[in-house]
């Protein structure tokens, strides 16, 4: 019986992994450290708060001493740390916040660890860190190189990828100097159920259901690689389970898109869905597809983001030889689902969005 402390476990890949945890795990203990920022909400952990084997902590990664009490408490004997500041616009427009929580954040688990781990009479006799990182650490790539690997060399260009490379550092040196049992997992652009809808496929569904406009950063040419959310769920297990200490993985999908041509498909599908069910119309009246209009009819160019990467794409060799590791939702399949998520989970998405974003989004990307 393995006993977690799931740091951002009420954002995105966090709810995502804990649900997959408990269902997976039942004996296991999980308790979710999470600060509930913006991007982290108690109804994404829905139905899990009256589980025993479940625990809730509201408090922030920065304050040290919660950090420390809890690892002892608790005895826990597995960290998997989410917890971050995601979005690469917010960290353009505030880094401090950034270099808090990834920076200084990260620093603080690291250090409660390494007391509670390595210098404790009554440590765990096994222990493990995990790191979920990203592949903006490694900068942009060209139309033909290759993918990144584990070894190519770091280039963040964004306040919050170069945040999340310092936490990458840090994690490895506290491997290297201290022996602290660390794994870290790098993966692409995720998607699917309880993603904020400030991230690119989420806004474009709730823009395009309520009328509004669908903001492509430049000439919509950069390319992500996309993999569905519970596949990185999964590539988490395996690195904890197959992993060694000390390395890190990249995760991807195999799946580069342009974000123009997702934009597309979202319309395309939203058009559909709305024929096939007469009661969207009732339900998202100013949606174009609502009044026999096309959804593509509210893509609109605005300003580009500042020092914008224009690609990423992962070399999965490492993930797939030594983990096993291969998606099993491909792009198509997990877009549907993702969108059929969102029409029915209507409440969720209103609950989580406030003015404030909507006002952030029109100050700072104004139609060009
Ligand atoms: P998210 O923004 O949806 O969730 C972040 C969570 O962390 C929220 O619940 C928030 O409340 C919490 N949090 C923020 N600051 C905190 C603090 N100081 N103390 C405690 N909790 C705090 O992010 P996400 O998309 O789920 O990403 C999770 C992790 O995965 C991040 O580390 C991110 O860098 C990494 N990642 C994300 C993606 C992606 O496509 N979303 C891809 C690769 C890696
Ligand atoms: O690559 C992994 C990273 O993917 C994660 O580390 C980050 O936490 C996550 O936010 C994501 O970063 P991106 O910047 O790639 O994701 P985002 O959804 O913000 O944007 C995806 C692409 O779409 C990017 O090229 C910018 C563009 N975009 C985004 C938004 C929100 C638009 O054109 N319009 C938009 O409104």
Known sequence: ????????????????????????????????????????????????????????????IVEKDVVATLLREEQIDTVVHFAAESHVDRSISGPAD????????????LQAARSAWLDSDDAPASHRF???????????????DPGFSESTPYAPNSPYSASKAASDHLVRAYHHTYGLQVTTSNCSNN??????????IPLMIVNALEGKLLPVYGDGSNIRDWLYVEDHVRAIDLVLKKGRVGETYNIGGNEEWANIDIVNRICAAIDTAFVDDGELATRFPDAPAAKGGQ??????????????????????????????????????????????????NEAWWRAVMDGSYRDWVTKHYASS
């Not at 808090?100 to 603080?108: A, P, R």
């Not at 993930?319 to 059929?340: C, K, M, V, W, Y």
Request: proline residues 5%.
């Open 130 to 144: 995990h790191h979920v990182s990203t592949d903006e650490v490694y900068g942009s790539l060209g139309p033909t």
């Open 1 to 60: 019986m393995a006993r977690l402390l799931v740091t951002g476990g009420a954002g995105f890949i966090g709810a995502n992994f804990v649900h997959y945890w408990v269902e997976q795990y039942p004996d296991d203990r999980v308790v979710v450290l999470d600060s509930l920022t913006y991007a982290g909400n108690l109804a994404s952990l829905e139905g899990l708060t009256d589980c025993e084997q479940f625990r809730f902590v509201k408090e922030s």
């Open 295 to 344: 959804t593509a009819s509210l893509i609109t160019s605005v300003k580009d983001r500042p020092g914008h990467d224009w690609r990423y794409a992962i070399d999965p060799s490492r993930a797939q030889n030594e983990l096993g590791f291969r998606p099993q939702h491909d792009f198509a399949g997990g877009l549907a689902s993702t969108i059929d998520w969102m029409l029915n």
């Open 191 to 200: 998607y699917g159920p309880y993603q904020f809808p400030e991230k690119l």
């Open 98 to 109: 950034f270099i808090d929580t990834n920076i200084v954040g990260t620093h603080n688990l």
